[in-house]
């Protein structure tokens, strides 16, 4: 057995999954966390008796999770319970339309046309058109790694090539979609998924439209323990497995010798290792953690927009609402003038699409009785200096003043517990530079080529798993990025 030492900066997601599978396959592993909890952006909150997930709330291809704890001879359902819940998302537009994204594709179709001018036909259309981007696409784009070039010549590769037209790479995601429906709610309702990367929708490519294909035909989820649980419970089995957790332990540097990695230091010291993977943001890896400024790749990353962040209130709100469901959008007014406040002038929106995330709705200790807990996020840019106490101050008052009004509902007065993340936070708790959530963002037709590979090309035995790498962010490609790694490294453990 191949005993090479590997040490996993960062116990994200993507970092969480990397260690599982490596130590699976033999390898001694050690992973360093800087914070006191793994899990990264999918961390928790817990105070006055409040919980709230601080980052994602809905988790698709659950498939990948089930095979993760299956690749290590456990049951999913051991330690976590997915569950779909009847209506994916309550929709709220500005004209009082309500439309209500129910997991059943048939009533979802059907609602669509009893609400908008569209017709059931229309959706079925749209879905079967996300499916075939997914199907042709996904093989290719999110389970392989793009390093080895006999992806390229593979039978999927070489189908996606000839079907070059059917993945829709240059039309925007916007441009599509109003292709397919006249009502501009409807437009809207599935331009938001360029949102599920941090991107803008009247930029993004087409191609992204099979998020859409993986919530409604695959299915959204939620876990019955809460998000967070997730991440713990895939520490709990890399720990019976023998991975060894270091928390509350930052990562100062990458050692290399002529780009060939040796090592990490922690608190002043040097650590060797064979080989290291970082799960920390590509950008902070090369710019902090291997003071590198001037490579092609570093030069590149700190070059390519980066993709949105977000405000979140966590708010412990009094009364339980019964207009709202787990998942819940309020669209803005101008679906254009938000993303080109987001993405051109860098400022939080005026009229920002909100998103209430209520888990105290199926799980009633995330609140004390007679409370519910919403998790309240808007779109926010990265962080390039802003003044956060002033974008706070003014997207709370707009965000209370639009929830009030369309719930009529006095939650001003309804508030008792308040905690804010910001870009700032979101920086500081996961090194992500500028807080941005998935790293570069897909504004770009070539986006999927541009991220970070998960073996360096430049230094030798350095790997890179989580959102900012690829396939990208979000729960199932971060945990599909971490097995990419470790099937490379294990590919090519005599190289090193
Ligand atoms: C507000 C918000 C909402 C979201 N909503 C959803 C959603 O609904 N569905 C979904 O699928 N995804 C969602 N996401 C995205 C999802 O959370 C992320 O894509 C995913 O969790 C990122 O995982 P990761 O592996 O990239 O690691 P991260 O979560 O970025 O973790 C990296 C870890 O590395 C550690 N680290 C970094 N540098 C060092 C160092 N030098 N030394 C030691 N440790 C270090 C950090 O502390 C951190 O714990 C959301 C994210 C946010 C923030």
Redesign the pocket.
Known sequence: MDRKKIAI?????????AALRLRILGYDVDV????N???????QISEQGFRFD???????MPFVLVELFKSSGEKLEDYITLEQLPITCKYFFPDSTIINAYADVDNFATEIENKTFDNAKSVKKYLNYCEKIYKLSSDLFLFKSFTEKKNFFSLSALKALFNIKSLDTNRTMHDANSSFFKDYRNIQLFDRYAT?NGSNPYKAPATLNIIQHVEYNLGGFISLEG?HSIPKAIKNVAEKKGVRFFLN????KIVHNNNVVTGII?NDKTKDYDIVV????VE??YR??LDDKISRAAKKYSAIEKSS??I?FCWGVEGLNQNLEVHNILFSCNYKIEFDELFEKNKTPNDPTIYI?ISSKFKEDDAPKGYENWFV?INAPYNNNQNWDEEVKKAREIIINKISTHLDFDLRNKIKFEKV?TPVN?ER????IGGS???ISSNNRMAAFLRQQNQSKNYKGLYF?????HP???????LL??KITADLINKYKKER
């Open positions: 900066i960062g116990a994200g997601l993507g970092g969480l999954s360093y966390e800087q914070n909890f793994v899990g990264g952006k999918a961390g601080t980052g994602p709330s809905l988790i698709t599920y998000i332990s930052n990562v100062q922690i970082s799960n920390s943001d902070n890896t902090n953690l962040s977000a979140v995330y996020m993340l979101i708790q996961t090194s992500s959530i998935y790293g798993c989580g959102g900012s790498a990208g962010g979000g729960i199932p490609l971060v990025s971490g």
